[in-house]
């Protein structure tokens, strides 16, 4: 029900306006005031949706009035009344967003014929404004696991140009933002939802970054570098925040690895490959550490593997190499035999290895023990048979379970897509209905079907909607939201990327008109 506010000096006039008004708008609700003074102080109370104000009254004017009005009401619609057809009015008028004027006197036609334009632009508006609202609603609702999703793109797949820049202006990024990694660590099963949720919404709260979707309690969060802050200091006062986490839930222990800072998201997966190594070389009483720090505390050694080597060596885990992961880790040993490092300093970069793999397995779902050697060896050979004994049940596990799971896991993921590609379908999601970690499930889809998921989810999307275009009654408004696409440009700028054409021009095609 709008809300019209009639003001002029003269009774008669605002009755007989009001009468007319009635009738053609039975459904609005009328107000009066018979000068400016009375009019700015009755829409400050009363809100009126338009105002229908006469020009020239005594003290305040009609253009003052309308001026004061419109800076408390900025949504406020306005037409003059006047009886003055004059340049200058008009003038002033438009300067102040008047959308009409009805000259004194009328017609009553011609009244609600102007006033009935003004209205339908005001429910226009509205019903705009609503469908925003209901956007913005329902984009707050998903933009958690719109967040999981991105940084498990960035950390654990390929960038897709179609939708990471979009989504990454929702989010309110920007692929170009320097940033790194805190990989935030999980000592209880019991507790871990808990304290994943205490996490995503501390960091929400302090708009300190994005979280990524937990997987074997492990939570990467992407860290935006903040303008007048060292990265050490600000890296530290996030950690600092988190840690206090545990106050609130009783039992939730963290550790949190933390990786150095990277201009580029397309880059920040190297520091989550540092927060890795720092979380494998924590101590055990630490509750942080430093990439760099990590570095630190080692022994200086020209023949060592350098920072790049154990990146690659995360990565080749990660990609499933094991043949390339046995021989960097038997290298290794071989290396420190022939220099005859003490043997106590050997065994512990041997089991930082171990632990890596089975950190890294962790993060594809895939639950492994923390590896530990069963004696103390007392000499290389035993280290060494020790080792390849570790070793190989460890890729054993690893690579039976995923020979046994990929396949049908691949195929469960693939049918649910094509049989919801409507749905707001996201990692996390699919990766809670068939019990996987979402970035195994990324990689493992990818690894089968040759095509990325989300890839494939607008391949579904879009060949359902041209076959819905078929049908000259659906609009493409209707074939956007029916599709799975909140936003009909942004279903239109996907569309002529993957097919060449708009929406408008496939369907002209269609019809050859």
Not at 52 to 75: C, F, S, T, V, Y
Not at 389 to 417: C, N
Request: charged share 25%.
């Amino acid at each position: 029900m709008l809300k019209l506010l009639i003001v002029d000096d003269e009774q008669i006039e605002r009755e007989g306006l009001q009468a007319i008004l009635n009738k053609g708008f039975p459904t609005c609700q009328f107000s009066e005031a018979r000068n400016g003074a009375k009019a700015i102080e009755t829409a400050a109370e009363w809100q009126p949706d338009l105002v229908l104000m006469d020009i020239k009254m005594p003290g305040i004017n009609g253009l003052e009035a309308i001026e004061r009005i419109a800076a408390l009401l900025p949504m406020t619609k306005f037409i003059m009344v006047t009886a003055y057809d004059t340049f200058e009015y008009a003038q002033q008028a438009l300067k102040l967003g008047v959308k009409d004027y009805v000259l004194k006197p009328s017609k009553a036609s011609e009244i609600i014929g102007i006033v009935g334009k003004v209205i339908e632009d005001i429910c226009l508006e509205k019903t705009i404004a609503a469908q925003q609202r209901e956007e913005k609603a329902a984009l707050r609702k998903v933009m958690p696991l719109v967040e999981a999703d991105v940084v498990t793109q960035l950390l654990f797949d390929r960038v897709h140009d179609v939708h990471i820049s979009d989504m990454l202006q929702l989010l309110g990024g920007e692929l170009t933002s320097e940033a790194f990694i805190l990989l935030v660590m999980l000592s209880g099963e019991s507790q871990a939802e808990a304290m994943y949720a205490a996490v995503k919404g501390k960091i929400r709260q302090t708009e300190s970054g994005w979280v990524g979707a937990m997987s074997g309690r492990q939570i990467p969060i992407i860290v935006f570098r903040e303008a007048g802050k060292t990265y050490r200091s600000q890296a530290y006062s996030v950690v600092q925040q988190l840690l206090m986490l545990r106050q609130r839930e009783p039992g939730g222990e963290l550790r949190i690895g933390i990786g150095g800072p990277y201009t580029g998201l397309d880059n920040v997966k190297l520091s989550y490959q540092e927060a890795m190594l720092a979380s494998a070389q924590m101590g055990p009483s630490a509750k942080h550490r430093f990439y760099g720090e990590a570095e630190a505390d080692r022994p200086s050694s020209s023949d060592k593997q350098g920072k790049e080597s154990e990146k690659q060596f995360i990565e080749h885990i990660r990609q499933g190499k094991w043949g390339t992961v046995r021989e960097a880790v038997m290298a290794l040993l071989a290396r420190h035999d022939r220099q005859q490092t003490p043997l106590t300093r050997s065994a512990q970069e041997i089991l930082e290895r171990l632990w890596m793999i089975a950190r890294v397995a962790g993060e594809m779902g895939i639950e492994v023990e923390k590896p530990l050697f069963s004696f103390q060896v007392t000499q290389y050979e035993q280290l060494r048979a020790e080792t390849e004994g570790l070793l190989g049940k460890l890729i054993s596990f690893i690579a039976a379970y995923q020979s046994s799971v990929q396949p049908d896991a691949a195929r469960q993921m693939k049918q649910y897509i094509i049989e919801n590609s409507e749905k707001d379908i996201t990692l996390e999601g699919m990766a809670l209905r068939i019990g996987l970690s979402p970035f195994y499930m990324s990689k493992m889809f990818k690894d089968h079907e040759g095509i990325n998921y989300i890839d494939f989810l607008t391949e579904c999307r879009i060949e359902k909607a041209k076959k819905l275009m078929a049908d000259p009654e659906r609009s493409l408004k209707e074939i956007t939201f029916e599709i799975g696409y909140n936003d009909p440009n942004y279903f239109s700028k996907v569309f002529k990327k993957v097919c060449g054409a708009t929406p408008s021009e496939y369907r002209k095609a269609i019809f050859g008109h």
